[in-house]
């Protein structure tokens, strides 16, 4: 998983991260060691996004026959990444017939277990890299504070929703437009975490 996610989303931050400071108007007076320490927070925190995007598309996946949860995570739960599937379809079928069965739902508290393990994960993640925005060079450092915490918005409202968040439309937690925007308000206008 970690694996995974370093190199699918670490290395994009950190891509980002080497052409904010190639192009920054203050990359003569950032020294060396402070540019690699930032550039491997912004991994660290494109891993934490990740975490967050598979945890938002544990639905979607399913319905293309893919799992991102690690086997270990699912064996301590007495599942396959075949159950979890079953789990998931099951749902979507039942979903389809208008009524859930307790089976369903008991099976849903899992998939919620895993989830959460997840998120936990992500956040983890994100409270460690974190301060490292605070420190981008100026120009860069809003925007990408707003990318972030607008992407862990989502992380939050699928803890405060659950699996729920899988009922929306396309099986995917969203965060409601007046939301994103109260996110990107707060941090343009000076707030932190």
Known sequence: LELYAERVAGTVAEMCLELVFHHSPSRGSIPEDVKKEL?????????????VNI??????????????IPEAWLKEEGLTSEGLLAIM???MDSKMQGA??????????????????L???????????????DRLP??????MT???????EIGRVLREQGTKGF????GRATVKKMRRIGVAWKVLNGWSR
């Open 39 to 51: 550039i491997a927070a912004g991994g660290r925190m494109g891993v934490a996004l990740q975490y």
């Open 55 to 68: 945890a938002r598309d544990v639905r979607v996946d399913a319905k293309i026959g893919r799992v991102y």
């Open 89 to 91: 379809r099951q749902r």
């Open 100 to 117: 859930l069965g307790g089976v369903v739902e008991g099976n849903m508290e899992v998939v919620q277990r895993l989830m959460t393990k």
């Open 119 to 133: 998120l936990d994960k992500a956040f983890e993640i994100y409270e460690e890299a974190r301060p490292a925005l």
């Open 138 to 143: 100026g120009e860069a450092r809003k925007p």
């Open 146 to 152: 707003v990318a972030v915490e607008s992407y862990m």
């Open 167 to 170: 009922q929306s439309g396309k």
